[in-house]
């Protein structure tokens, strides 16, 4: 088959409506550099791992890795915050009969998060899977703004991390 023919034919695919098995459901754009990060492959595990992903039940969350800088000015911007902060969690709302596979966006500062870690003594992997679970339960409606809601997300993060090999955040 020429290879014009083989191009036009792989661009005119449609992405598959449900989860196919090895099809990703974390899409990873890093703006902060290599040094440290995580694969792409490890946020599409984790971000599975906290949405307890099921073949015919897609969902998309596209992270997002920004330096300290541009971290802070969408802390500042849409938190009323001025820090870098280790993540941010935007649920995207879809227009009335859109359908998305998209559950929405996570900002993810890694140096704040290697940081945190070196400062909490964990492996900055672990903090990097917490905070991406984190950051899925949020954009699921999780929050932890009064005391019973905080619990309540922070069984359900050492219950997935602990799926994930990964021990308490929270000890």
Known sequence: MPRRRRLRRAANRRAPDVDTPGSPLAFVQNRAGRRGVPTARSFDAWVRAALGAKPGKRRQVNV????????????RRYRARDYATNVLSFPYEPLPREKSALLGDLVICPSVVAREAREQGKPVRDHFAHLTVHGVLHLLGFDHENPDDAARMERREVRILAGLGIGNPYD
């Open 64 to 75: 997002v890795l920004f330096r300290p800088r541009e971290a802070r000015a969408l802390n």
